[in-house]
């Protein structure tokens, strides 16, 4: 089974770059081909990813040839709502490969493998639904399925593709679209609640976004290409693990601690990565140490998030942005944190 992850990356690469290639190296029967227009003279030499030059316009055209229609894309976070379209528009890289997927760089690779191989096994036509981290089985049915229409709650059939090409903001189409697509047709997808563990945004301490330990103190740690989450389990008074297939870092503005080596154990906290010579109790109760920063650090950075940055939501007012709904959810689900 070969399976193949496309992210396209323009623009100067993250500080983080490195430690992604090295976890992704960890991941051998996974193939990343990352399109960029920037020099990989200094990245490691990483068997399964590879690097392709190209530039924004390239890939644009790339997919305005796909969609045969003239596109909005006037920037690279727009790319997010033409995912789906990858199977057909990377079609010439694609033809070996079983499965094709996409996803982002702002994550630490556990063993995926372990979190996807029953989905591969029952040959389900898509693994995942998040934007970070999605497969989908390598076939023109399947690659066409963006196009499909639904009905909307009038009972309209409407096509959400047309939405998606036609206007600049971003519709996540490659979380939101497809899973409303998926569902009205009942195609199957392969789940596992077990393969990501995100950060929570809005947080400068760093909280996992998984209802199971977002209201507990824990520690991100890869450790030998694992990714485990360390907990305090309040009932059997002792540290505890969990393992995921992957971290996702999302929006993580404060950090300034970074690896450009190959470590075998590290953690991650406030303000990046820190590498963990062994991994004892004392040395994950250290990085959860370091994940604590002071109550107006935090209020000052959960302000800024939700209103400021945009990182919560587009919508704005007089300058500010209205996280409305998502307080109210926040609230209403017990996991407002900051």
Not at 169 to 198: P, W
Not at 234 to 260: A, P, V
Not at 270 to 297: A, F, P, R, W
Request: glycine share 8%.
């Amino acid at each position: 089974m070969k399976l193949c992850i496309i992210v396209p990356y323009f623009g100067t690469f993250p500080p983080y770059i490195n430690t992604f290639l090295y976890s992704a190296s960890y991941n051998k029967k996974i193939d990343w081909l990352i399109f960029t227009d920037q020099s990989t003279d200094d990245l490691p030499n990483i068997g399964n990813v590879k690097f392709i030059k190209s530039t924004f316009e390239d890939v644009k055209a790339r997919i305005q040839s796909v969609v045969g229609k003239r596109i909005v894309l006037d920037a690279p976070y727009k790319l997010c709502d033409y995912k789906p379209l990858y199977g057909k528009v990377f079609k010439d890289y694609l033809h070996d490969y079983d499965y094709w997927g996409y996803g982002d760089i702002d994550i630490v690779c556990g063993d995926i493998i372990k979190f996807i191989l029953p989905g591969l096994r029952k040959k389900y036509d898509r693994i995942g639904d998040l934007g970070h981290f999605s497969l989908y089985k390598n076939n023109p049915d399947v690659n066409n399925r963006y196009l499909l229409p639904i009905k909307d709650r009038h009972g309209n059939k409407i096509r959400l593709f047309d939405r998606v090409y036609k206007h600049a903001r971003g519709y996540a189409f490659d979380e939101l679209g497809m899973r409303a697509i998926y569902k009205y047709y009942h195609f199957n997808t392969y789940r596992n609640k077990d393969l990501a563990n995100e950060t929570k945004v809005g947080c400068l301490d760093l909280y996992s976004i998984d209802p199971r330990f977002c209201n507990l103190e824990g520690a991100f740690i890869w450790d030998k290409g694992k990714c485990l989450y360390y907990y305090l389990d309040s009932k059997k008074g002792q540290l505890c693990f969990h393992e995921f297939g992957y971290f996702h870092l999302i929006k993580r503005h404060r950090f300034t601690n970074f690896l450009n080596k190959k470590v075998e154990c590290f953690g991650i906290s406030t303000d990046g990565y820190h590498q963990m010579q062994s991994l004892t109790t004392g040395n994950v109760e250290q990085i959860m140490h370091k994940n604590h920063s002071s109550y107006c650090k935090r209020i000052g950075y959960m302000i800024h998030s939700y209103f400021f940055s945009g990182d919560i939501t587009f919508r704005k007012i007089l300058g500010f942005h209205l996280p409305i709904f998502e307080l109210y959810g926040e609230i209403k689900n017990h996991t407002l944190r900051f």
